[in-house]
């Protein structure tokens, strides 16, 4: 997948260039269904930077795809958790 990013974000998101994915058509991490969501999470479950790519979903609220390995359900459900967690 290539991921355009503006010239001042560029050096903060180099790990997207040992992303796994980039490998792939970007249309299997944008499934319509479980199965299509199974197979996008066994590539993620390889990749080098899949913890980075996680937290890059959820800093910037991406609302579609899997994304470091977990669903749009799954990352709505860790950014609830976060927030319960988090001191006031």
């Known amino acids: 997948m290539d991921f ?3 010239p001042d974000q560029e050096r903060e998101h180099t790990w997207m260039l040992d992303a796994r ?4 058509d970007p249309t299997s991490f944008f499934p319509s269904d ?3 969501v199974e197979r996008a999470r066994r590539i ?3 990749c080098p930077v899949r913890v980075e790519c996680l937290e890059y979903a959820l800093e910037f609220r991406i609302d579609h795809g899997v ?3 977990a669903s749009e359900r799954e ?3 860790i950014l609830r958790s ?3 967690g988090s001191p006031s």
């Open 4 to 6: 355009p990013l503006p």
């Open 21 to 24: 994915c980039r490998e792939y």
């Open 34 to 36: 479980g199965v299509g």
């Open 44 to 46: 993620c479950a390889e």
């Open 67 to 69: 994304w470091g390995g």
């Open 75 to 77: 990352r709505r459900r």
């Open 82 to 84: 976060r927030r319960v």
